[in-house]
């Protein structure tokens, strides 16, 4: 059974900061990792996906990196904006049927 | 383009009372859609999940229930709420296994 951890459960940095948050998983025969916001009552918004034959996907400010071997994937976000405050959870598929485990998320505040 | 709907976005039902949360899904044909629950602080618990019209696979036990009786409806049902059938549940949709995600609805069970 696949399980995704994301540490740390919440992230405090000030404006303009580099950070990394990391995803961890179990099984490393995943078909893709997605990442994920959420706003506080809000339904997911998709950020980035890397498929299993991909090392990383770049949209703007945010990286996205993935070791399946080692069963890790990092979100790497440039530049950090209040804006970016949002929780960030890590999403993975065994299968291309779409069925995804998801972690915890990190929650991120960026304080101005 | 895909756009996802569900509705009611809350809803405050008491214990013992039927459910029925609605998702449809504009601009795509015979998408994969799921239901999804996430608790507080929590990440998401993937409850039903459908491959095409009548097809429902059930992920977890429960008081719950899923139907889906058009390409692009999919529905969350019960019978009978329990106090434990409290979260928020969110509709997704899958194109060659990326997923999105509809606005979600928030039960609440008193």
């Given at each position: 059974k696949q399980e995704v951890t994301q540490i740390p459960a919440a992230l405090s940095?000030?404006?303009?900061?580099?950070?990394?948050?990391?995803?961890?998983?179990?099984?490393?025969?995943?078909?893709?990792?997605?990442?994920f916001r959420q706003d506080p009552g809000?339904?997911?918004?998709?950020?980035?996906?890397?498929?299993s034959s991909q090392r990383e996907q770049t949209s703007g400010r945010l990286n996205?990196?993935?070791?399946?071997?080692?069963?890790?994937?990092?979100?790497?976000?440039?530049?950090?904006?209040?804006?970016d405050s949002a929780t960030y959870l890590c999403a993975v598929s065994n299968t291309n049927a779409g069925k995804s485990t998801f972690g915890d998320g990190t929650t991120l505040t960026v304080k101005p | 383009s895909q756009t996802i709907h569900q509705w009611p976005a809350t809803l405050v039902q008491p214990v013992g009372s039927p459910l029925s949360l609605e998702c449809t899904v504009e601009g795509t044909s015979n998408p994969n859609l799921y239901w999804y629950r996430q608790a507080a602080g929590r990440g998401l618990q993937l409850l039903f999940y459908s491959v095409g019209i009548g097809q429902?696979?059930?992920?977890?036990?429960?008081?719950?229930?899923?139907?889906?009786?058009?390409?692009?409806q999919f529905i969350l049902s019960s019978k009978k709420l329990l106090l434990s059938d409290s979260?928020?549940?969110?509709?997704?949709?899958?194109?060659?296994?990326?997923?999105?995600f509809g606005p979600g609805t928030r039960l609440t069970v008193l």
């Open positions: 940095v000030p404006e303009g900061e580099n950070l990394v948050l990391n995803c961890s998983f179990t099984d490393s025969a995943i078909y893709n990792l997605q990442w809000k339904g997911l918004t998709s950020l980035l996906l890397i498929q996205a990196s993935l070791d399946k071997s080692s069963g890790r994937s990092t979100l790497y976000i440039a530049a950090s904006q209040p804006g | 429902i696979s059930s992920e977890v036990p429960q008081n719950l229930s899923a139907s889906r009786p058009q390409d692009r979260g928020f549940y969110l509709c997704a949709w899958s194109l060659r296994g990326e997923q999105f």
